[in-house]
């Protein structure tokens, strides 16, 4: 239990995020149900790399979902989730849909990158980056 339910609390965090920077910025508009459809990329492309790691060998999930095939993967799934979340904006207030988009995700984003990349993101990337 101990370490499901910090895991249950910041899987949390980012959609409530989400709900309410939907709130500031289109107010009595908000349908939060509709801007959630552009989560169907991520949960199937991690519900994709669950499956391949579960099934299939170290080695050749690894091979699967490392560079250049995981890094193309993700970059699909990136702007599909974009263009739902354009599309969503652009119904609900067109005349702002880029604005909105680009403040949500920065937001959004940076605050998953905080909260799941944590102490290791620094580390990560220069190990990456061979600093």
């Given at each position: 239990?101990?370490?499901?339910?910090?895991?249950?609390?910041?899987?949390?965090?980012?959609?409530?995020?989400?709900?309410?920077?939907?709130?500031?910025?289109?107010?009595?508009?908000?349908?939060?149900?509709?801007?959630?459809?552009?989560?169907?990329?991520?949960?199937?492309?991690?519900?994709?790399?669950?499956?391949?790691?579960?099934?299939?060998?170290?080695?050749?999930?690894?091979?699967?979902?490392?560079?250049?095939?995981?890094?193309?993967?993700?970059?699909?799934?990136?702007?599909?989730?974009?263009?739902?979340?354009?599309?969503?904006?652009?119904?609900?207030?067109?005349?702002?849909?880029?604005?909105?988009?680009?403040?949500?995700?920065?937001?959004?984003?940076?605050?998953?990158?905080?909260?799941?990349?944590?102490?290791?993101?620094?580390?990560?990337?220069?190990?990456i980056l061979?600093?």
């Amino acid at each position: 239990m101990r370490l499901v339910a910090p895991v249950m609390i910041y899987a949390s965090l980012i959609p409530l995020l989400e709900i309410g920077m939907l709130r500031l910025l289109v107010g009595r508009e908000m349908r939060a149900d509709l801007y959630c459809m552009g989560h169907a990329a991520w949960s199937l492309w991690l519900l994709t790399l669950a499956g391949i790691f579960a099934f299939a060998d170290p080695i050749t999930a690894f091979r699967v979902t490392g560079p250049p095939w995981g890094w193309m993967s993700l970059l699909i799934v990136i702007a599909w989730s974009a263009y739902t979340d354009w599309c969503f904006f652009r119904c609900v207030s067109p005349e702002r849909a880029g604005r909105n988009l680009a403040i949500q995700r920065a937001v959004c984003w940076l605050m998953g990158l905080a909260i799941f990349g944590g102490g290791s993101l620094w580390t990560g990337l220069r190990g990456i980056l061979g600093v």
